[in-house]
């Protein structure tokens, strides 16, 4: 049902792009967080019929679309949405920093959790607040909360950006870790904009949107997507969920005076087909990506590389401790890129606390992660 498929002349981020950022394009592209796997059938034709009409012009949000994501977020998470708290957004990260023009100003704090994905930190720098960085704990193979140091950086926070489930790290929080970050949020009135993106690939445990806690609905934000689930990234169709009026009419002002308003056609049909039509794919989608990860897992552990890996609760995403490699980051990449000729996410990009580590995409065939892994152990075996 799954497999690898040839994205050569689709002016794909993940090939077209590699030369530029490896210096390099003899590579396997295992990096930008999008899927070598085709949509699922019932977007594909939703998209074909979308195409045959021969205009493509501006267009606006029908009601099918806030029915899909409402119907959606209560089967697949049990929380039950109002149409009138679903606000139309071009993407994730464009999201972020509306959020943060609207609910804060120069200079002030901003609470993250790194590890983390780049966007975060970045759209917090280049908005002059200030970055205050919970680190998260990394013990016995697996990332914790520092709820000591949480709570001390939220006293000088007016928002804090949760990523969950967790990127790079592939951490699914648990309800007793949503909950405590509730409450310290709400003691020092910080407000909360959730990336939950990567909600629906999520295996054994179980993801908890923060809205759907009665004590956060009226803090917080909620940003997601259907482009990872269903590896639509490039239809640039997302939306957030904002429960309290007054947040949504802030939030609002500050999406309007971007001018970003305007709904991709394309997009919204993706996202209905999707919602509608594709629950039984994601869940075949699941179960192949989490064999890929059995399968990487299973590969290293059996072979005598100083790498481990990370346990993979949510995302097509793994995170790999590199540490026991003894080298540089720059000799770490290095080593990936010129020697296993494999592109992965330098893990120094997701903070000082991804030194030592590197992210790699499993979001693709079974085949070319069986290259991706000989060519790691080649390159290992030449190395020593």
Known sequence: MFEAVERKGTYAVKLDETKKKFGMDDLLPLWVADMDLAS??????????????PIYGYTVYPQRYYDAISKWVKKRFDWEIEEEWIVPCYGVVPS?????????????????QTPLYPPFASSVKHRNRTLLDNTLIYENNAYYIDFEDFEKKAKDAVLFLLCSPHNPTGRVWNKEELERMVAICTMYNVLIISDEIHADIVYTKTHHILGSFEKARNRCIILNAPSKTFNVAGLNTSYAIIPDKKLRKAYNIEQQRSGITNGNPFGIEALISAYEEGEAWLGELKKYLEANITYVSSFIEAHPFPIRTISTEATFLMWLDCRGCGVSQEVLVDFFVHHARLGLNDGLSFGQAGKGFMRLNIGTSKEVLEEAMQRLSCAYKEKI
């Open 96 to 112: 972020i920093n509306f959020a943060i023009e609207a609910y804060s100003k120069e200079g002030d704090g901003i609470l993250i």
């Open 40 to 53: 699922p059938e019932c977007v594909q034709k939703a998209m074909q019929k979308r195409a045959s009409h």
